[in-house]
T-cell receptor, first 112, second 109 residues
Framework: NAGVTQTPKFQVLKTGQSMTLQCAQD?????MYWYRQDPGMGLRLIYY???????DKGEVPNGYNVSRLNKREFSLRLESAAPSQTSVYFC???????????FGSGTQLSVL | GESVGLHLPTLSVQEGDNSIINCAYS??????FIWYKQESGKGPQFIID?????DKRQGQRVTVLLNKTVKHLSLQIAATQPGDSAVYFC????????FGPGTSLSVIP
């Protein structure tokens, strides 16, 4: 039982490059989330998926897209990376909306 | 709008003492509050939660207190240990979960 698995753990991009962050959970959770964490700002919600087939914007969605591929997988895509997207990204899942989130170990992304 | 904040960004306590980490929230519309612990290099980990129909909830060495009148909650850690050194986040559930900026707890041996 791995919980929430994120890949990759580290990534360096040049401005304008694109990439997809992958996330999978094996707890049969309905809801999945993508957060970014910046120093002194806590965790900010980028996008979430309350259930398979639905996605909604969070606090900071600009520059990102998401796909809820199936119940297990929720990916985050940066179409044209910008230095402002340098951050640590966390995927999380929960049984119900917002309750008791289980987090992955994070992806440290640097955009040069 | 909704915001969640903490009173102190850092806190140092002596090993064995009790720790109290405070949090304030702006909007009384939330009925569910959560505390998370984040160790260096790891994702946040659930510690304890409380619903708005409760004032207090206890776990193993941790207690969460909720004061709805002043929109304040606190996390108390009894007999603080070196393994408790981490960043602690409070969060509130509105239409989505809003996190506070975190308090870094350092335990002095």
């Amino acid at each position: 039982n791995a919980g929430v698995t994120q890949t990759p753990k580290f990534q360096v991009l040049k401005t304008g490059q694109s990439m997809t962050l992958q996330c999978a959970q094996d707890m049969n959770h309905n809801s999945m989330y993508w957060y970014r964490q910046d120093p002194g700002m806590g965790l900010r919600l980028i996008y979430y998926s309350a259930s398979e087939g639905t996605t909604d914007k969070g606090e900071v969605p600009n520059g990102y897209n998401v796909s809820r591929l199936n119940k297990r997988e929720f990916s985050l895509r940066l179409e044209s990376a910008a230095p402002s997207q340098t951050s640590v990204y966390f995927c999380a899942s929960s049984t119900d909306r917002g309750e008791k989130l289980f987090f992955g170990s994070g992806t440290q992304l640097s955009v040069l | 709008g909704e915001s969640v904040g903490l009173h102190l960004p850092t806190l140092s306590v002596q090993e064995g003492d009790n720790s109290i980490i405070n949090c304030a929230y702006s909007n009384s519309a939330s009925d569910y509050f959560i505390w998370y612990k984040q160790e260096s290099g790891k994702g946040p980990q659930f510690i304890i939660d409380i619903r708005s129909n409760m004032d207090k909830r206890q776990g193993q060495r941790v207690t969460v207190l909720l004061n709805k009148t002043v929109k304040h909650l606190s996390l108390q850690i009894a007999a603080t240990q070196p393994g408790d050194s981490a960043v602690y986040f409070c969060a509130a559930l509105y239409d989505k979960v809003i996190f506070g900026p975190g308090t870094s707890l350092s335990v002095i041996p």
